[in-house]
């Protein structure tokens, strides 16, 4: 079982949906928590980082952890077409360590 | 911000020449720098963590013979395939990591063709 699981999708949503992306994990030594989203053939892009459980909000994106189910989820309010990518969770058991990747989920907001 | 740059973004070769390819930490020294690669609709996987100064720990599966990572400076990181085939075709990115530990750059990204 791989220590991260996400849903590859690909998720297409009309523009002004709200868009709900998750991941699981197994390992319960994740304390660090984070989502990048990552256009075709480019770097990862950091757009949320959370510490242990609870919700982080940043514009029209929230982080939500929850520890006890090992379960994190990104939500995306008023979603627009330059939303679309690819959204990445990742995790560590501590600041400086590596990460450990889900394998991203594809999303496409049609206008 | 922190910025990593990643050079070459594309490069083509053919089997069994080596290639170079080089991250910069352009305003913080990076303390740690992670490579990674991707095949397509796959996550990023880690190929190996190199510290400045010291040698690099290599995943389980990774020849460290044939992917040769250098971080002789703070700066600067260089990964190199050595004997590539087309096997080795991918998307190499690094990561690196700075102050507090807490911000994980990435570069964007080298598209390797072996051909």
Known sequence: ?111 | GAVVSQHPSRVICKSGTSVKIECRSLDFQATTMFWYRQFPKQSLMLMATSNEGSKATYEQGVEKDKFLINHASLTLSTLTVTSAHPEDSSFYICSATYRDNYGYTFGSGTRLTVV
Do not use: H
């Open chain 1, 1 to 111: 079982q791989k220590e991260v699981e996400q849903d590859p999708g690909p998720l297409s949503v009309p523009e002004g949906a709200i868009v709900s992306l998750n991941c699981t994990y197994s390992n319960s030594a994740f304390q660090y928590f984070m989502w990048y989203r990552q256009y075709s053939r480019k770097g990862p892009e950091l757009l949320m980082y959370t510490y242990s459980s609870g919700n982080k909000e940043d514009g029209r994106f929230t982080a939500q952890v929850d520890k006890s189910s090992k379960y994190i989820s990104l939500f995306i309010r008023d979603s627009q077409p330059s939303d679309s990518a690819t959204y990445l969770c990742a995790m560590s058991p501590n600041s400086g360590y590596a990460l450990n990747f889900g394998k991203g989920t594809s999303l496409l907001v049609t206008p």
